[in-house]
């Protein structure tokens, strides 16, 4: 949201949404088709998670009252199989994103995509930033210098990859068992039924807390960012939290502001309706989220 | 008087007994009678001939003169039995059969000369003082009047119409109020008490010989239920029950005996297993036995979807049977290895001798049965753990460095603005 001016007070207003603090022009950090992919995700990703928790915690208070509200366990698991195709429908658009991509850039371009502090393609430099986070923790060093995505956005990425690989393959077969069995002796279901289980589990759990966490709510972003949704942030905010990728940001500035995003180039500042739809949405998403893994919570700690 | 010939009937009227000498009401045309006119037909007392309309009318046909004559007014109302209550009953014959004492007018006036049901009704009186109403512990004994109503007791065929059955299952409620069964249930509208509790040797199910006992409940339900029946005998329960072997001591000196048809349908009860809570699903009468593969159940995608109340996914039954439960070293087991891909192939068409490789009650902590499962679970709660553990400290070290942080910072400033103050 804009910022308020003005009130005075010990702690000074600034905007809920982290990427629109500080002071700078806004440049743009994600394009429209970044924003739908990850709005895809995050529908589906929630659709899964509420459908299948009351199923992995069958025996909790919450369980029945949960499927109850799905409108019976036969129609959550239908819910639950057209998100796990959803799912599927954007991981493949976003491969053939990628190839596409790779395809048109320049040469040039192309190596900076695919490797380095621009590129979302893990690096042996994060662990560099892992071990400097750890030493910036204990007060023996500077933060990390983060690239386009930091090592904690790639692990991210990459589990977007791997977790879909797995709960997806997983779910395929708990959901066709007849067809698979074909190939695969019955107690491969046994396990299959395991894996998808504690392996959404963990994706739920890392998503619900640690990149809750990460994006959201440390100190210096809360209570909420809304890049991912609105794509713009300010050069501060890029600067504090991507600064290896400032030099990118300087050579853009002079370019003439953009309605339609181009990386790194200057953008207009959200606007009013924007940022409180997407500080909305936001919000509806962490709550939804900080719910669902309190529910798990409860169940574990009980 | 109009003379009215009925149709004879074959047999004697049924029915329950007549309790001796509780009511003394209508009287006779009877052989002896000799009230003047009325015609009298051809019977004699304890004859099966039809009843005709009898003399005893002319007085207890009539309530207004009864009022005027005996000494009070429900007296009178006792007294008051119009051959319109007998036509068609049990005891659709001379009044002097049983109020033999009767058949003259002025009568005698010793009451104790009217018969008593048993003379009639011996092998049901026999059964009913080897039963718990003849008993007096509880108070006095629940005689014959008590639940038959002496001069319109239906007759033995008639004790099967609904209505009937209604009314005599009324009775029983009158003091077993609490045993009502649920209004809609399967037995409530048309099955009486008596079917399962017997008519006159009524017993507690935990009193020695009751119908309901666990050696006897299978003939007791059996006999409507016959194909449940039969089946039950031969499965493991039922062989358990039947060679006596009913009940094993378990850990904790808890008594385990195998169960009889009310132990998973209830006895009043009698929920269709169908219509089982949502919230218990349809194995909960067996876990409470076995608890272990309840336990294991409950953790596969079967046991989770019943749980929450799917009935198309199986339950304990949908695999084992309901009435043909053996283990599955047995060959006729719906669980046997020759017989498990069909079981199967109720739900999964397609199940093939490779599909039932699946252990539906495979479990994640038992290394020795389900290597597997075990190892499968291990790694992944290890993965979990490992992951939320790294991430987690990640986290919470962040939160302090920001904490400690900017004390440090706090501090660093307050000291260069005292020592800048100090200057000045």
């Known amino acids: ?302 | 008087m109009i003379l009215r010939w009925r149709r004879p009937r074959i047999g004697r009227g049924a029915g329950p007994l007549l309790l001796c000498a509780v009511l003394v009401a209508g009287g006779a045309g009877a052989t002896s009678a000799q009230v003047t006119g009325g015609a009298q037909a051809p019977v004699e007392v304890g004859t099966r001939a039809p009843r005709p309309a009898s003399s005893c009318q002319l007085c207890h046909g009539e309530l207004e003169f009864l009022r005027q004559h005996a000494s009070s007014l429900e007296r009178a109302e006792e007294l008051n039995i119009s051959d319109r209550a007998l036509r068609g009953s049990g005891h659709d014959f001379p009044c002097t059969r049983c109020h033999a004492g009767f058949g003259t007018f002025p009568h005698a006036t010793a009451a104790t000369e009217t018969r008593t049901c048993a003379s009639c009704h011996a092998d049901v009186t026999a059964r009913w003082q080897a039963g718990a109403h003849a008993q007096v512990e509880r108070g006095k004994p629940v005689g014959c009047s008590d639940c038959h109503d002496v001069h319109t007791v239906p007759t033995r065929s008639g004790f099967r119409a609904a209505s009937a059955v209604q009314t005599m299952n009324r009775r029983c409620l009158e003091c077993h109020e609490t045993r009502r069964l649920p209004a809609g249930g399967p037995h409530a509208s048309d099955v009486p008490c008596a079917a399962c509790h017997g008519a006159h040797d009524i017993r507690a199910h935990d009193q020695a010989g009751s119908r309901l006992s666990p050696a006897d409940q299978g003939k007791t339900c059996g006999a409507c239920h016959q194909e449940v029946a039969a089946s039950w005998s031969r499965d493991a329960h039922g062989r358990a029950v039947l060679t006596g072997d009913v009940a094993r001591e378990v850990s904790g000196g808890a008594v385990e005996r195998p169960p009889t048809c009310t132990t998973c349908h209830g006895g009043h009860a009698l929920v269709r297993p169908e219509e089982a809570a949502a919230d218990s699903g349809p194995g909960a009468a067996c876990i409470g036995c076995h608890a272990k593969y309840g336990d294991t159940f409950a953790d596969s995608y079967h046991g989770q979807a019943t749980r929450l109340g799917s009935r198309r996914a199986a339950g304990c039954a949908g695999c084992h049977t309901a009435h043909n439960i053996l283990p599955a070293d047995s060959a006729r087991s719906s669980v046997s290895s020759a017989n498990l891909v069909t079981t199967c192939r109720q739900c999964h068409k397609e199940a093939t001798a490779s599909f039932v490789a699946f252990q539906p009650h495979a479990d994640v902590h038992d290394r020795a049965k389900s290597p597997l499962s075990y190892w499968t679970y291990k790694f992944m709660t290890f993965l979990l753990a490992g992951t939320m553990i790294v991430f987690g400290v990640h986290t919470v070290l962040w939160l302090a460095r920001l904490g400690i942080g900017r004390i440090v910072e706090a501090r660093k400033a307050a000291r260069a603005a005292g020592s800048h103050g100090g200057d000045a």
């Open chain 1, 1 to 302: 949201m804009s910022t308020t001016p003005g009130r005075a007070g010990r702690v000074p207003e600034v905007p809920m949404d982290a990427a629109q603090r500080g002071v700078g022009p806004f440049v743009w950090r994600f394009n429209l088709y970044h924003r739908i992919t990850h709005a895809a995700l995050m529908l589906c990703f929630f659709t899964l998670v509420a459908t299948g928790l009351p199923l992995l915690f069958s025996r909790a208070f919450w369980a029945p009252t949960l499927i109850h509200l799905l409108g019976g366990v036969h129609r959550a698991g239908l819910i639950h199989r057209a998100a796990g195709g959803a799912t599927f429908g954007y991981l493949f658009a976003h491969l053939a994103y990628v190839v596409v991509a790779i395809a048109r850039a320049q040469p040039g371009e192309r190596k900076r995509m695919l490797w380095g502090r621009e590129s979302i393609v893990p690096h042996p430099n994060d662990f560099v930033h892992f071990a400097q986070q750890f030493r910036w923790y204990l007060g023996l060093g500077p933060r990390p210098n983060f690239g386009r995505y930091s090592y904690m956005e790639k692990f991210d990425y990459v589990a977007e990859f791997w977790g879909t690989a797995v709960i997806g393959t997983s779910g395929l077969l708990l959901w066709f068992p007849e067809f698979f069995a074909r190939f695969l002796p019955g107690w491969a279901f046994n396990m299959a039924t395991i894996i998808h289980g504690i392996e959404a589990l963990l994706a739920a759990a890392f998503i619900f807390t640690i990149h809750f966490f990460n994006v959201h709510l440390r100190p210096e972003k809360f209570p909420l960012d809304a890049v991912m949704f609105t794509g713009r942030a300010t050069r501060h905010y890029m600067e504090e939290e991507h600064p290896a990728v400032g030099d990118r940001i300087e050579e853009k500035a002079e370019l003439p502001e953009s309605a339609t995003p181009v990386l790194d180039a200057p953008a207009p500042a959200p606007g009013r309706t924007q940022s409180l739809i997407a500080a909305t949405l936001g919000f509806i998403a962490l709550a939804i989220g900080l719910v669902l893994i309190g529910m798990v919570l409860w169940v574990a700690l009980s």
